[in-house]
């Protein structure tokens, strides 16, 4: 008797893992060392915000990818809504990572992010443009760019620039700032109205500022070329 309970709890614990290992199976198969090996830009990533579809190459995703070692995620099959992304493009030429820019975006030199963002207010954009310029100067260390002019802030001491349109502020609205304009200010951010609610920023590196407009232009025709119809 004790016997034949012995075998029917080995048997139990026998189809148990074998259960377990037939259901764990097409997890096996992507592992993070599978998904290392992938063309990423052989999948897409499918998600919604604020009612806009995007399908974007899974290569501009490597945000994600580096916090796993490199391992690619799965995309979903089902469009997911999201309320935020970040998008890691080359700086040059927008390109989503590939093998022979890998050493680039790892080393995050030559890369540039992206965020879209629904989580801020949609009016964020405009109170920051309603109230902020009222204390704005114009400021000669600044001078001004391709349609842009710079300002100085009371709130942000002489060293806080923002270029932005000439006053009055029209949408949809742009604002490129440098938080701290000094001579060794590398990077400077772009904060945009892209469409339906839905906000970008990026970081512009200071030699690239001159080209400002060319960059920004690339910017929105990258996220157009998303957008599912």
């Given at each position: 008797?004790?016997k034949k309970?012995?075998?029917?709890?080995?048997?139990?614990v026998k189809?148990?893992?074998?259960?377990?290992?037939?259901a764990?199976?097409?997890f096996?198969?992507a592992t993070?060392?599978?998904?290392?090996?992938?063309d990423?830009?052989?999948?897409?990533?499918i998600?919604?915000?604020?009612g806009?579809?995007?399908?974007?190459?899974?290569?501009?995703?490597f945000?994600?990818a580096?916090?796993?070692r490199g391992?690619?995620?799965?995309?979903s099959?089902?469009?997911s809504l999201e309320?935020s992304?970040v998008?890691?493009?080359?700086?040059?030429d927008l390109?989503?990572?590939?093998?022979?820019t890998?050493a680039?975006f790892?080393s995050?030199r030559?890369?540039?992010?992206?965020?879209?963002?629904?989580?801020?207010p949609v009016n964020?954009?405009d109170?920051?443009m309603?109230y902020r310029y009222?204390?704005?100067?114009?400021?000669e260390?600044?001078?001004?760019l391709?349609?842009?002019?710079?300002?100085?802030?009371k709130?942000?001491g002489?060293n806080e620039?923002?270029?932005l349109?000439?006053?009055p502020?029209?949408k949809?609205?742009?604002?490129l700032?440098?938080g701290?304009?000094?001579?060794?200010?590398r990077m400077c951010?772009v904060?945009?109205?892209y469409?339906?609610?839905?906000i970008v920023e990026y970081a512009l590196?200071v030699?690239?500022?001159?080209?400002w407009?060319l960059?920004h232009q690339?910017?929105?025709n990258?996220?157009n070329?998303?957008?599912s119809n």
């Open positions: 008797m004790r309970r012995g075998l029917s709890l080995i048997l139990c189809l148990f893992w074998l259960t377990f290992l037939l764990f199976f097409p096996v198969l993070p060392q599978d998904r290392t090996m992938i990423p830009n052989k999948e897409k990533v998600v919604s915000m604020r806009v579809s995007f399908d974007i190459p899974l290569g501009y995703f945000h994600d580096s916090f796993t391992s690619w995620p799965v995309p099959k089902v469009r309320r992304l998008i890691t493009a080359a700086i040059d390109h989503p990572w590939t093998r022979e890998a680039s790892a995050g030559g890369t540039m992010r992206i965020r879209l963002d629904t989580n801020t964020w954009l109170n920051y309603k009222k204390t704005l100067y114009e400021s260390l600044a001078g001004s391709d349609g842009l002019k710079g300002y100085g802030s709130y942000g002489p620039v923002s270029y349109p000439s006053l502020l029209k949809p609205y742009l604002i700032r440098c701290n304009f000094r001579s060794d200010t951010e904060t945009f109205d469409r339906d609610g839905i590196p030699w690239k500022m001159k080209d407009r960059t690339s910017v929105v990258l996220l070329s998303f957008i």
